[in-house]
């Protein structure tokens, strides 16, 4: 039984730093793409982040370059999204995803196979 599990949430200032993690288990890691997506209120589900199995290449939405940082631990089955100088428009669940797929379809949902339960990020102003 695959299971991502995601920590690390809460409510922070802005300008604050944020670290999420998502610990995996009843899958092969190092097979896996895994993803950080994000959902807010009444808007659609977006693309955060992305590394690929060797953790050799990673990719940042647009929206949030520069601030955020994929990483993963294989030998702790773990990926890894760091929050710095959060902003209100910041605020969703954040989830996480493990896509056994190519790395050219990295942004899209529909791609990743298993997904986690979710961890609230508010950001107050």
């Known amino acids: 039984q695959v299971q991502l599990v995601e920590s690390g949430g809460g409510l922070v200032q802005a300008g604050d730093s944020l670290s999420l993690a998502c610990k995996a288990s009843?899958?092969?890691?190092?097979?896996?793409?895994m993803g950080w997506f994000r959902q807010a209120p009444g808007k659609e589900r977006e693309f955060v982040a992305a590394?690929?199995?060797?953790?050799?290449?990673?990719n940042i939405a647009d929206s949030v370059k520069g601030r955020f940082t994929i990483s993963r631990d294989s030998a702790k089955n773990t990926v890894y999204l760091q929050m710095n100088s959060l902003k209100p428009e910041d605020t969703a669940v954040y989830y996480c995803a493990a896509g056994f797929t190519g790395w050219q379809d990295k942004v899209s949902g529909v791609s990743y196979d298993y997904w986690g339960q979710g961890t609230q990020v508010t950001v107050s102003s």
């Open positions: 590394i690929a199995r060797s953790g050799a290449n990673t």
């Open positions: 009843g899958l092969t890691f190092g097979r896996y793409v």
